[in-house]
């Protein structure tokens, strides 16, 4: 053989063995990421062959995947009049953009794939019935979901719908009956079967400054305001040194915090706190009036280290750790370093470095309501294998004793006289309440309105949910706009839809 010969040859044999490799490589290394590309139009026509599962609510239908007559065999369908209302719980299912929501966080049940779905595939496979995905059930109130949603879209009047969150919980189980996030969106577009309609969707979802495929309820945090004076009570209640309701605190309009350089905090209108006797209220009273400069004092006199109490307090309640998901994920919420007079001060009436989920509120409305004891949230309620059998079922799980019986009862009397005194009180259904007014980075650069928030649960003897409300920028409303004129509607609406059925 010829040197030209030889040469060729080895060029060859190298392309032989490099087109093995990368034949190898692909094989081996790429396959995952290749059968997940969106643009692997066999994946996407296998995935399409299979009806996917529904997602559930108290029996209607949140998500389902209706036949068509194109080639992907099967269209995802969110019902069109409560699309929005649904959309931060289901997410969307995209031939492009992939999942969000449960879609994503349940994929493998609803997509049939999971390993306790093994068997109903053998089984279809034998039968020749097409392979179908399992159900998620839901443990939202469909009733609840519907009042919380209505009353988010229509109280913030000319200003359209307010911006904010509604999350409902039962006490005693930790189920999450209601949870909405407005503005919301269609996931309809998101799931067409023409590319187009799918990308002119996503862009236009992502470049809206209001985030609407965002779920506030879960991955926003904002600072809870006077929401938070129930971690600073609980935990100067639960000191044992001494103070109870009757405890006197300072009632002037306002106060100099300790170590701050002379920095002063204002009760809200730069008013002196009602009731005042001799310069003082009692506990009762200025958590009923929520009063600033009092919580102030309480926090930086009245309780031995101050700042490491009200911080272990809010880690009682489920703060400054990461949470489970419920299976979506969860934001923590924390309360920043407590480490002077100055900071605990502010923080102690929910300002500074604090910041929450609406979630995590409604998880310390719960804990209150249940006795002092917390209870892990979650949202589905049963996973089903295809013919509609339970394969799966949530069990309560409790998360910890956050504060005494005897304590959780002082926090329900401070918060019956809180609720008495909130703007709109009826006692049609006997509510225990706090309300908050917060002000915001945001809104002190752009002139914004504090943000409007309200906790509680109710019948109050009886408690079947607690709820969390905050509506963004006092639903700019203006600087008038506050967590009892705005927040508690909202929120007494979807207690009294619990309690008889109403909503209104």
Avoid at 56 to 80: C, F, H, I, N, W
Avoid at 307 to 333: W, Y
Avoid at 373 to 389: E, G, K
């Amino acid at each position: 053989m010829n040197a030209p010969i030889r040469r060729v040859s080895l060029v060859v044999v190298l392309l032989v063995v490099a087109l093995l490799a990368r034949s190898t490589f692909v094989q081996v290394f790429e396959a995952d990421d290749l059968r997940a590309d969106t643009r692997n139009e066999r994946v996407l026509l296998d995935e399409y062959s299979r009806q996917r599962g529904s997602i559930l609510a108290g029996g209607e239908v949140m998500s389902q995947s209706v036949a068509t007559d194109d080639r992907y065999k099967y269209l995802r369908s969110y019902p069109k009049d409560l699309a929005q209302a649904y959309s931060p719980l289901t997410g969307y299912y995209s031939m492009i953009y992939s999942s969000g929501g449960l879609e994503h966080a349940e994929e493998s049940i609803l997509n049939g794939g999971d390993d306790r779905l093994f068997g109903g595939r053998v089984a279809d496979m034998f039968s020749g019935r097409d392979p179908r995905g399992g159900n998620v059930v839901t443990t939202i109130n469909p009733a609840m979901q519907k009042v919380a949603y209505e009353k988010l879209m229509s109280s913030c009047g000319s200003a359209g719908p307010c911006h904010g969150a509604v999350v409902a919980m039962e006490p005693q189980t930790g189920k999450i009956l209601a949870m909405v996030s407005t503005p919301g969106y269609d996931p309809n577009p998101l799931s067409s079967h023409d590319p187009k309609v799918v990308r002119n969707a996503w862009e236009s979802l992502n470049a809206d400054p209001n985030k609407p495929m965002e779920n506030r309820a879960t991955t926003w945090t904002y600072p809870p305001g006077s929401t938070f004076k129930v971690i600073t009570t609980a935990a100067a209640l639960s000191q044992g040194k001494g103070v109870d309701l009757s405890t006197r605190l300072t009632a002037d309009k306002q106060i100099t915090l300790p170590g701050g350089g002379g920095t002063t905090l204002q009760n809200y209108a730069g008013t002196t706190c009602q009731d005042s006797s001799g310069g003082t209220v009692s506990l009762l009273q200025a958590f009923q009036y929520s009063c600033n400069t009092a919580f102030v004092d309480l926090a930086t006199s009245k309780m031995q280290d101050g700042g490491e109490a009200i911080k272990q307090m809010a880690n009682n309640f489920g703060m400054n750790s990461s949470p489970d998901p419920i299976p979506l994920r969860v934001a923590q919420s924390s309360t920043g370093e407590l480490a002077d007079g100055a900071q605990t001060g502010q923080s102690a009436i929910g300002q500074l470095d604090v910041a929450m989920t609406p979630l995590q509120n409604a998880v310390i409305a719960s804990t209150l309501a249940n006795g002092g004891i917390r209870m892990q949230p979650y949202l589905v309620d049963s996973l089903q294998a295809p013919d509609l059998s339970t394969i799966s079922t949530t069990a309560p799980k409790r998360a910890g004793q956050a504060i005494s019986p005897e304590v959780a009862t002082q926090m329900r009397e401070l918060m019956v006289a809180s609720e008495r005194n909130t703007k709109g009180s009826s006692g049609r259904v006997p509510i225990a309440s706090k309300t908050g007014t917060a002000e915001h980075s945001e809104g002190q650069k752009g002139g914004e309105a504090p943000h409007a928030w309200y906790i509680g649960y109710g019948p109050v003897n009886d408690p079947k949910v607690a709820v969390s409300v905050i509506i963004e920028n006092g639903g700019n409303q203006g600087e008038a706009a506050t967590g009892g004129s705005l927040a508690a509607p909202i929120g007494r609406a979807v207690i009294n839809a619990a309690s008889n059925g109403q909503g209104n």
